[in-house]
């Protein structure tokens, strides 16, 4: 997909777990290669054939060069699904705001699609994606087609791009001035008249972008029980058991991988280092 960001498809191998296998979007799950370590990854698409997934992996260190390295019928080992994922129950009825930064925009798409896999049952949908140009930008063609076509299936798609002088991004700009824009994602959220009633916003990107998303939409009136955030930390065991992704203190503490990793802004309020 980009010089770093792979896409991998995989499917199980065992029968039986293909039965059971089955995820929500915003879980997780630890994926390991043999002799060099795991690293947990976000599935990036919805559930639709059973014991098939796809994860978007960007690499930055032993496990995920490992994963790059492999060709194509190797075997990779997995556990889980973890986490609680996106409240997608919760959110139906509602319009979406899904807002991401970079690769923040992997788990996001299983909520994209898991909506539109389910039209009825969710109000408009706007998606505000940051990118630092557009050799950046993953899932290039088909998040094209939502911000040209994406009307037809009420769907926004909106994009932000930090390098100005990135020739591909200033074209869409010109194609369409109203969702295309120079700047960081949150720019997306100034120019855009969104109205939070009946609305939750979904956020995930890198740790910096969530202060300035978070301050921009409670500017207005986003509650913070109506912004869901998906949160990063270290973790080993991804199942409560070894502490390595505690966050909080004494009133309340949260295990990123047990209780998230999706938080609302309400829980990053009480619990303090998660945000
Ligand atoms: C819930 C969750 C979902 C994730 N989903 C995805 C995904 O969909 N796609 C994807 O590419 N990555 C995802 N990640 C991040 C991914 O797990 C890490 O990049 C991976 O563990 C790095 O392992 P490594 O052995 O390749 O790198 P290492 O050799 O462990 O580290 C390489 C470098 O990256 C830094 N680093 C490693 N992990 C993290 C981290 N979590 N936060 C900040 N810095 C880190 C290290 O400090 C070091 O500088 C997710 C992480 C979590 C917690
Ligand atoms: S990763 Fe072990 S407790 Fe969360």
Request: charged residues 25%.
């Given at each position: 997909m980009t010089s770093i960001e792979k896409l991998f498809?995989?499917?199980?191998?065992?029968?039986?777990?293909?039965?059971?296998?089955?995820?929500?979007?915003?879980?997780?799950?630890?994926?390991?290669?043999?002799?060099?370590?795991?690293a947990p990854i976000s599935v990036c698409n919805v559930q639709?054939?059973?014991?098939?997934?796809?994860?978007?992996?960007?690499?930055?260190?032993?496990?995920?060069?490992?994963?790059?390295?492999?060709?194509e019928k190797d075997l990779l080992w997995l556990r889980g699904p973890y986490g609680n994922g996106f409240p997608m129950g919760v959110m139906e009825n509602h319009n979406l705001l899904l807002i991401a930064g970079g690769?923040?925009?992997?788990?996001?798409?299983?909520?994209?699609?898991?909506?539109?896999?389910?039209?009825?049952?969710?109000?408009l949908i706007t998606v505000m994606y940051g990118v630092r140009c557009y050799s950046t930008m993953l899932f290039r063609e088909e998040f094209l087609k939502l911000?040209?076509?994406?009307?037809?299936l009420g769907v926004?798609?909106?994009l932000a791009y930090e390098d100005k002088s990135d020739a591909e991004c200033y074209q869409l700009a010109c194609e369409r001035s109203d969702r295309c824009m120079s700047g960081l994602v949150t720019k997306l959220i100034e120019a855009t008249p969104i109205k939070p009633?009946?609305?939750?916003?979904?956020?995930?990107?890198?740790?910096?972008?969530?202060?300035?998303?978070?301050k921009e939409l409670t500017q207005r009136h986003f509650t913070p029980a109506q912004i869901y955030m998906t949160m990063e930390r270290r973790m080993k065991c991804g199942v409560g058991k070894c502490g390595h992704c505690i966050t909080g203190s004494s009133n309340s503490i949260k295990y990123v991988c047990k209780d998230g990793p999706v938080f609302t802004y309400l829980d990053a309020l009480k619990t303090r280092g998660l945000l």
């Open positions: 498809y995989l499917r199980l191998v065992d029968s039986k777990a293909v039965e059971e296998f089955h995820y929500n979007p915003g879980q997780f799950l630890e994926i390991s290669v043999p002799g060099v370590g795991e639709k054939t059973p014991g098939e997934l796809q994860l978007c992996i960007r690499k930055v260190g032993r496990v995920t060069n490992a994963i790059h390295r492999l060709k690769l923040g925009i992997a788990p996001l798409r299983s909520v994209l699609q898991h909506a539109l896999l389910h039209r009825d049952k969710y109000g911000f040209r076509e994406g009307d037809k926004e798609f909106l009633d009946n609305t939750y916003a979904v956020i995930c990107g890198p740790p910096v972008m969530y202060k300035f998303v978070v």
